[in-house]
Each structure stands twice: as C-alpha cells, then as structure tokens.
C-alpha cells in the first residue's frame, strides 16, 4: 500500500506508517488510520507536551496521558492538553 486515507485529513492520502508505533490495539489502530506525516507531527507536539509538562515516559501516569492526548488529537476523542507557555514552570499533567 503506497498511500492510506489519512483520518486526519479525508480525501487526501497520505504514506503509511511503515509499522504500528505501539504493539497494542492503539498502536494497531494507528496504523491503519493515521499516515505517516501525521504521526510525524504527532511526535513533535509529543515532545512539547512532555517538555511542558515535564513529563517521564518511563512512568505509568505520564504514558497514559498521553495515550489519552493521542487519542484527543489523532482522533478527536477526548480534550487535547493546552500548551500555554505563559504558564512556564508548571510541571505534571492538567488537574494534577
């Protein structure tokens, strides 16, 4: 398959992930609806979620948040984290 039907932007195709990011059933879901350029941006604004919200990945919490962000950007399900830079200095995830 050279090009999937991005759910980010129907109607214009996109290259597909080369495989799942995650060996689950997001990971999985990804995959088949999300394009490659997608994810791309979707790693970058990862980044800054985690930088904002000094965020380690390495702890349950923190991944869980943003598979919660992840499934609010890429599928619009849910409340994408604010990254207001007024706020520097605020460490952890909204509401904590």
């Known amino acids: 398959m050279t090009h999937i039907d991005c759910r980010r932007h129907p109607g214009t195709p996109g290259p597909p992930l080369a495989r ?13 609806e999300i394009c490659a350029d997608c994810w791309r941006d979707w790693l970058q604004h990862q980044t800054l979620l985690i930088n904002h919200y000094g965020l380690d990945p390495r702890k349950a ?3 869980e948040f943003l598979y919660g962000q992840i499934k609010a950007v890429l599928f619009d399900e849910g409340e994408v984290a604010e990254i207001d830079t007024s706020k520097q200095g605020t460490i952890g995830p909204p509401g904590s």
């Open 20 to 32: 799942a990011p995650f060996r689950s059933p997001l990971g999985e879901r990804i995959e088949r």
């Open 61 to 63: 919490e923190s991944r």
